[in-house]
């Protein structure tokens, strides 16, 4: 069963770092890409960044270029974000997602179940 | 950016039909392919995928769930609608960075 768990969530002030984590399971985790969607408390969904199965390739919204990372840890079948100089509008809860590629698209075919970020002073 | 516009709610009866349509500020085609996929998301948890490359069923999907559409407009239907199936639904496009999500239409009940 593929199973993502995400962790490193809280309450933090504007300004600071929080790192959040993705133990996934279940799957062959090297052979997949991965990435982050965040939903703020009401609101809809936003891609927040994605990564390829090596790492060596990262994206990023523009609201978060520069202020966060995407990193893995194959080894440890791990996914990562980073994520500096938080602002009041990055609160939400951020989603870990399996990117599943076919050879022509990418769909998030696997969720976590969430880790809530808050961001305030 | 390609821009998802979804309505933002939907009232539907059980067991009648319900007809949820995407429309995307560009073609997300591709050489034939729709990069156009649909997610569930019931209150307190996380999306699941429902639809991808436009039409194909996602595994353990039920089969009351299809979607349809090419180049701009696409739809996800529910046919019939069970009480089950209460939740907000998102289309999101794979074709360009960023990837983006329509605002979602919440499926509620007549």
């Known amino acids: 069963e593929v199973q993502l768990v995400e962790s490193g969530g809280g309450l933090v002030q504007p300004g600071r770092s929080l790192k959040l984590s993705c133990a996934a399971s279940?799957?062959?985790?090297?052979?997949?890409?991965m990435a982050w969607v965040c939903q703020a408390p009401t609101k809809g969904l936003e891609w927040v960044a994605s990564?390829?199965?090596?790492?060596?390739?990262?994206y990023y919204r523009d609201s978060v270029k520069g202020r966060f990372t995407i990193s893995r840890d194959n080894a440890k079948n791990t996914l990562y974000l980073q994520m500096d100089s938080l602002r009041s509008e990055d609160t939400a809860t951020y989603y870990c997602?399996?990117?599943?590629?076919?050879?022509?698209?990418?769909?998030?075919?696997?969720w976590g179940q969430g880790a809530s970020v808050t961001v305030s002073s | 950016d390609i821009v998802l516009t979804q309505s933002p709610a939907l009232a539907v009866s059980l067991e009648q039909r319900a007809t949820i349509s995407c429309k995307t500020s560009q073609n997300v085609d591709n050489y034939g392919i729709s990069y156009m996929h649909w997610y569930q998301q019931k209150p307190g948890q996380q999306p699941k995928l429902l639809i991808y490359e436009g039409s194909n069923l996602a595994s353990g999907i039920p089969a009351r769930f299809s979607g349809s559409g090419s180049g701009t407009d696409f739809t996800l239907t529910i046919d019939p609608v069970e009480a089950d199936d209460i939740a907000t639904y998102y289309c999101q496009q794979s074709k360009d960075y960023p990837r983006t999500f329509g605002g979602g239409t919440k499926l509620e009940l007549k």
């Open positions: 997602a399996r990117d599943y590629y076919d050879g022509y698209y990418y769909v998030m075919d696997a």
């Open positions: 990564i390829s199965t090596g790492g060596g390739n990262t």
């Open positions: 279940g799957f062959t985790f090297s052979n997949y890409g």
